[in-house]
């Protein structure tokens, strides 16, 4: 087992959690319990960041153990032009919150946040950095937790491939904001252009499919029972060759993340859909009141 060594919050921290949240993190009275929860791909530092819908995420969810699973923050996209909301800020304070009440949060960064992984092994806050991490279900099972950069031959071969598919990335996302503006403004639920797309075009589905055979292929030969990554922004649950692949997805299109019950069961939950039901919830809840 590595050895976390601590380092202690500095007072620029300590003030920052003092400071607390433009959004209050304690509007629902009940929230769902898990024993596990993984996100990554947040993107934070980029317009394209679902940052509102994973604030509400974080504040309808708990559990013992979460897992940040890379790309949390991007660094890519902050070197060129900086653009840090309140949104983004008060994701930080609710994670640095959970830690401090008791949650165990590994980080383990990514390449768009690569520039953490010179600290893996320290503890930050509460926050645990790790390159990657084995963590164990309920009923026993081995997963290896990786953001899967590592595996990808572009980012590593190609890393200016990598920056042009980037940028190209960001003008899906654009365009995206401006397609679910109009649904917001038409009273229509979250859609994801660019989700849509990736089942369209046949390349994309050949490399997301070779990406989760490579890294069930590398889970079987580390001796584990499966893999959780991130990096494509694809959630997915299936088994590859005996051994059991998931991706938790992201919070710029897809919306998800994986979660493991209190017995070992995972689910992917897609947040989108989550707030659909709840907000059809409310309506009938009005109209069986006001009937």
């Not at 380092?7 to 959004?23: E, H, K, T």
């Not at 394209?48 to 604030?55: C, F, P, T, V, W």
């Not at 923050?73 to 983004?88: E, M, S, V």
Request: glycine share 8%.
């Amino acid at each position: 087992m590595a050895v976390i060594t601590r380092v202690p919050i500095d007072g620029y921290l300590a003030d920052f959690l003092a400071g607390g949240s433009a959004v209050s993190d304690d509007p629902v009275t009940r929230r769902r319990q898990y024993r596990t929860v993984w996100i990554s791909d947040i993107h934070l530092g980029t317009r394209g960041s679902n940052a509102e819908m994973l604030i509400d995420f974080l504040d309808h969810v708990d559990s013992d153990t979460m897992y940040l699973v890379g790309d949390i923050i991007d660094g890519w996209r902050l070197k060129k032009k900086f653009y840090w909301p309140a949104t983004h800020n008060d994701i930080v304070w609710r994670i640095l919150k959970r830690a401090k009440r008791g949650t165990r949060i590994v980080f383990i960064p990514g390449n768009h946040d690569e520039m953490f992984r010179q600290f893996a092994g320290l503890n930050f806050g509460g926050v645990e950095i790790r390159r990657q991490a084995v963590h164990e279900t309920a009923d026993g099972r081995r997963l290896l937790v990786l953001h899967g950069d590592e595996f990808d031959a572009i980012t590593l071969s190609h890393r200016w491939l990598a920056h042009l598919g980037d940028a190209a990335y960001t003008m899906m996302m654009t365009l995206n904001r401006w397609v679910n503006g109009y649904r917001r403004a038409m009273r229509l639920p979250y859609w994801s252009l660019s989700k849509h797309a990736k089942k369209k075009v046949k390349n994309a589905v050949e490399f997301i499919s070779n990406f989760e055979t490579v890294m069930a292929r590398e889970a079987g030969a580390r001796g584990v029972d499966g893999v959780i990554a991130g990096h494509i922004h694809t959630a997915d649950a299936r088994t590859i060759g005996g051994i059991e692949y998931y991706n938790d997805g992201d919070w710029v299109e897809g919306c998800t993340a994986l979660v493991e019950h209190f017995d070992g069961r995972m689910e992917i939950l897609h947040w989108a859909d989550e707030i659909a039901r709840r907000d059809a919830d409310a309506r009938a809840s009005a109209v069986r009141a006001a009937a």
